[in-house]
């Protein structure tokens, strides 16, 4: 069975790959994955303030930003374990690089156009074989418009893509008013390809101490529906190859995200609450479906259930709402 796939350029024997996780700082957890048939090692963000503050010559109590970014509780542990960051980050691409010989996909997670986008060079330097650029913004001001959010997030894409000679991939979040223009936009900013979508941080509140309790909880396959539709809605009308993350954790998880328009497909949930060795379960189910429902390749079965494809557009849009709701009995 061909699950060959053509990524970013990349050559890859199967579109499953580990996501940004703690698991990349770990090189033992690193060989496991590429053991079990991960095609591509993610390494976690590295963050925008990391290289701020270290570039200012002060330090950071990365504590105190735990609470405000994707992968934060698991990736910003303390001052001691991480240290300065940016250098630590460098080096760790190295060794990863070393450690496995499938691709090593870095992660920068930024929010303004500043210095911090000159470090993706150092990045590419450093050895990696793509840089996943995390948008990664929660606005809360009044006076902060949605048109102002997107020029600055477009013009931090064309900086970092400015002399990078490696891949360049966006991870969106997907709270855009209009997502598909927007999509579009990143597409002519220079981005090489996209990945939908990252997890915003949902804090809990504590009614007796009166606080705000950091909270982060694993994915479902049940994540895997808002995906579903965004990739069916965007394959066909945005060149660049789009990767699922959030939700894959069964074969027919993988086989949904194929069928709706994915090329790369990233696991992390599963693969923490399971062990690396699950894409290996992965793998071999695509395959198991794949035979008896006589597909020869991905490229077959991709985006043919996408919004140009499907039997039933309708339902990907507002005109099936209706009848969702009215079809409902207790």
């Known amino acids: 069975?061909?699950?060959?796939?053509?990524?970013?350029?990349?050559?890859?024997?199967?579109?499953?790959?580990?996501?940004?996780?703690?698991?990349?700082?770990?090189?033992?957890?690193?060989?496991?994955?590429?053991?079990?048939?991960?095609?591509?090692?993610?390494?976690?963000?590295?963050?925008?303030?990391?290289i701020t503050r270290e570039q200012n010559g002060t330090l950071y109590d990365l504590e105190a930003g735990s609470e405000s970014f994707a992968e934060a509780t698991t990736y910003f542990a303390n001052i001691g374990e991480v240290k300065e960051g940016p250098a630590n980050y460098l080096e760790q691409i190295g060794k990863v690089k070393r450690a496995v010989k499938v691709p090593v996909i870095a992660s920068l997670n930024g929010i303004t156009a500043s210095g911090w986008t000159d470090y993706a060079k150092e990045i590419e330097q450093a050895g990696a074989d793509a840089l996943e650029l995390n948008l990664y913004y929660l606005s809360t001001s009044i006076l902060e418009t949605s048109d102002t959010i997107e020029k600055r997030l477009l013009e931090i894409v064309r900086s970092v893509k400015s002399g990078l000679g490696i891949p360049l991939v966006v991870k969106l979040s997907p709270f855009f008013t209009s997502l598909a223009q927007f999509a579009k936009s990143l597409e002519g900013a220079g981005a090489d390809g996209l990945v939908l979508f990252n997890r915003f941080y949902q804090p809990d509140l504590d009614i007796e101490a009166l606080e705000v309790e950091p909270s982060l909880n694993l994915s479902t396959s049940s994540s895997l529906r808002l995906r579903l539709r965004w990739l069916a809605l965007l394959h066909g009308q945005v060149a660049l190859p789009m990767t699922v993350s959030g939700g894959v954790h069964t074969p027919e998880d993988a086989i949904k995200?194929?069928?709706?328009?994915?090329?790369?497909?990233?696991?992390?949930?599963?693969?923490?609450?399971?062990?690396?060795?699950?894409?290996?379960?992965?793998?071999?189910?695509?395959?198991r479906w794949m035979e008896e429902h006589e597909y020869e390749s991905l490229d077959q079965m991709r985006g043919s259930l996408s919004l140009t494809k499907c039997p039933n557009p309708q339902a990907f849009e507002r005109a099936n709402y209706m009848r969702v709701l009215a079809g409902w009995k207790a």
């Open 1 to 50: 069975m061909n699950l060959n796939t053509q990524y970013l350029g990349l050559q890859l024997d199967s579109p499953l790959m580990a996501g940004a996780s703690p698991m990349g700082n770990d090189l033992d957890l690193v060989r496991r994955l590429e053991d079990a048939g991960s095609a591509a090692i993610t390494l976690p963000s590295l963050f925008e303030e990391q």
């Open 257 to 287: 995200a194929t069928m709706a328009g994915a090329t790369g497909i990233q696991m992390v949930s599963e693969l923490l609450m399971q062990g690396p060795e699950r894409i290996q379960a992965v793998r071999q189910g695509m395959i």
